[in-house]
């Protein structure tokens, strides 16, 4: 997302174009001008990818304001040569609001295509299919068509597409939002796999290359939920690891080596006199083993910039919060007293206890046993 260029801001919500998305610009030119076109032709060419990017952003916007109706605000829109992203702020769970937000961006390709047919209907003719295929002419007509293969692209039923959030939605309002995120990735993924199947048969890189961001996305997803159902209403305290090693800022790389190479721990909170200092990951310390010598001192090597947490914090605002931040560890707090850290792997065995207990009732029973 960093190196985006911020082109306005439009009904409070940043437009960004991503920097590859000049590289479209000059490659559809340049395609038109080495396929024997005339300039002018080639700058339809252009005209008409840049129009039908347009129609990508009234497409995002048509997903941005409809989550703004159910109080979900939109971080931004970024442009991308394969099309357009708005980064919500979150995914509401309540099937029909997402079965809304999902179908509102395809409904407005839906509604332009519409008024261009129309359009055409009633002030000119439409074009044969020989006539389609020329480089210049018939603007409104292939604008028509972009908008429609558009809806068509984005319906299919495969996450992140919109078509797989619509599916999700619609399987979430009969079963469990679980299940329906599983069973809506896995279509999705099968998806992928048979557009991967069609994209090395056909030799198409563009299909292949769908095929990989789908087959991704549908797995990031259903992990996603998975986590995020695992934690919810389950407080830090449930998952923090209770008995723990700590170091000292004047300790060296060398003891933090040995506690590390002694048990399992892979983090280690910087206490001094009581205070907690900062925090020593497994990564850092690796890290400065390959830069440093053994006598460098944990507090020049300690991440300081992680947030400490309360134990009474709900799991999920916490673990949005270490993926926001990139923090693979942070220390747990009760009132000014370090009793606990916390670590994606903590998040992920729960998780996995979680899935192991199938029935809600086992689920309770575990809930007695650690709360009691
Ligand atoms: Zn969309």
């Known amino acids: 997302m960093t190196r985006s260029l911020r082109i306005g801001k439009i009904a409070g919500i940043d437009l960004k174009v991503h920097w590859t998305f000049s590289l479209l610009i000059f490659g559809v030119f340049g395609y038109y001008l080495l396929s024997g076109n005339t300039v002018s032709e080639s700058l339809f060419g252009l005209g008409l990818i840049l129009s039908v990017f347009v129609c990508v952003v009234l497409h995002e916007f048509g997903h941005a304001l409809t989550a703004r109706h159910y109080a979900v605000a939109t971080r931004d829109i970024t442009l991308y040569p394969i099309g357009g992203v708005a980064r919500l702020q979150q995914i509401p769970e309540e099937p029909r609001k997402e079965f809304w937000i999902s179908v509102a961006g395809p409904a407005v390709n839906v ?12 002030l000119g003719s439409f074009p044969t299919i020989v006539e389609m295929m020329e480089p210049a002419g018939h603007f409104a007509a292939k604008l028509m068509w972009f908008n429609i293969v558009l809806v068509g692209f984005n319906m299919l039923p495969a996450f992140p597409m919109d078509g797989g959030r619509v599916l999700r939605a619609i399987l979430a309002m009969r079963t469990d939002y679980m299940k329906a995120t599983q069973v809506a990735a896995a279509i999705g993924q099968g998806m992928a796999i048979l557009f991967g199947f069609l994209g090395i048969v056909t030799f198409n890189p563009i299909l292949l290359f769908i095929a990989l961001f789908v087959y991704v996305g549908a797995q990031q997803e259903a992990r996603m939920t998975m986590i995020r159902i695992a934690v919810e209403g389950v ?50 310390l690796v890290q400065a083993l390959s830069e440093n010598d053994l006598d460098t001192r944990v507090s020049k090597i300690m991440q300081q910039s992680c947030a400490v947490v309360q134990e009474t914090e709900m799991l999920e605002d916490v673990f949005r919060q270490m993926q926001e931040e990139k923090c693979s560890a942070l220390p747990v707090m009760s009132g000014d007293t370090l009793v606990g850290i916390l670590t994606l792997e903590n998040v992920g065995e729960l998780m996995m206890i979680n899935s192991a207990m199938t029935t809600s009732k086992a689920r309770g029973e575990l809930e007695d046993l650690i709360t009691s």
């Not at 509604?111 to 009633?122: D, E, Y």
């Not at 280690?268 to 900062?278: C, H, S, T, Y």
């Open 111 to 122: 509604v332009i295509a519409g008024i261009l047919f129309l359009g055409i209907t009633f």
């Open 235 to 284: 407080p830090v305290r449930q998952a923090m690891v209770t008995r723990f090693e700590t170091l000292r800022s004047s300790s060296t790389v060398s003891d933090a080596v040995e506690k590390l190479l002694a048990g399992s721990q892979q983090e280690f909170p910087v206490v001094d006199e009581g205070q907690l200092a900062g925090l020593l990951t497994r990564k850092t």
